[in-house]
């Protein structure tokens, strides 16, 4: 069964950079998938934010890109999600996930941790 | 951009309705489409893809078609646990997007 854990500080101020990392069980963390991170504000849609694939290759949401950074550890089967200069509006609930490298379905997805950024 | 519009954005339903919701491209996505249902406080979890095909153990009620840039989502006979927010997705060229959500509740 595959399982992904969000972890990372609940409040963030202003300014700040905001860091998460997903831990990965029960799954490859090599060939064959992606791995996501998707927000949604409190009571909205969602938003893709980028992927990342074992050998580092990335791809961003451009408008996100210029604050964004994913990295990968695998060895420790953790990735991670770096999003610097936030405001307000980057409050959201958190979510990684596993997608397929062909079809790109999100088929598995961690239980979300929301972030607060306020002073 | 491709942005993606789903009509109704909410429903009100009953037990056993037939329920549909329409998902809308802004250009041709060819079949690049999935279909994900969040029930309150939870991730989204993964019902159809490629515009058509169950994930493996979603129930047969739940059905999807179409095909460049219109779509169509299906609950053929709703159940108490379907009721969530449901949200389509493209994958045909980046930044994956989704529709804004279709809210169901109960009548």
């Known amino acids: 069964q595959v399982q992904l854990q969000e972890s990372g500080p609940g409040l963030v101020k202003p300014s700040d950079t905001l860091s998460l990392t997903c831990g990965v069980s029960g799954s490859s963390i090599f060939n064959g998938y992606y791995w996501a991170w998707i927000r949604q504000p409190p009571g909205k849609g969602l938003e893709w934010i980028g992927s990342?694939?074992?050998?580092?290759?990335?791809f961003y949401n451009p408008s996100l890109k210029s604050r964004v950074t994913l990295s990968m550890e695998t060895s420790k089967k953790k990735f991670s999600l770096n999003l610097t200069s936030v405001t307000a509006a980057d409050t959201a609930f958190y979510f990684c996930?596993?997608?397929?490298?062909?079809?790109?379905?999100?088929?598995?997805w961690g239980q979300g941790t929301l972030v607060t950024v306020s002073s | 951009d491709i942005q993606m519009t789903q009509s109704p954005s909410s429903l009100s339903v009953s037990v056993g309705d037939r329920v549909t919701i329409t998902c809308q491209a802004s250009?041709?996505?060819?079949?690049?489409l999935n279909w994900y249902q969040q029930r309150p406080g939870k991730a989204p979890s993964l019902l159809i893809y490629d515009v058509s095909t169950l994930e493996t153990g979603v129930p047969s009620r739940f059905s999807g078609s179409g095909s460049g840039a219109v779509f169509t989502f299906t609950i053929s006979g709703l159940q108490p646990e379907d009721i969530a927010t449901y949200y389509c997705q493209q994958y045909d060229s980046l930044p994956y997007t989704f529709g804004q959500g279709t809210k169901l509740d109960i009548k």
């Open positions: 996930a596993r997608h397929t490298t062909i079809g790109v379905r999100l088929d598995n």
């Open positions: 990342i694939y074992y050998t580092g290759k990335t």
């Open positions: 250009q041709d996505i060819s079949i690049h």
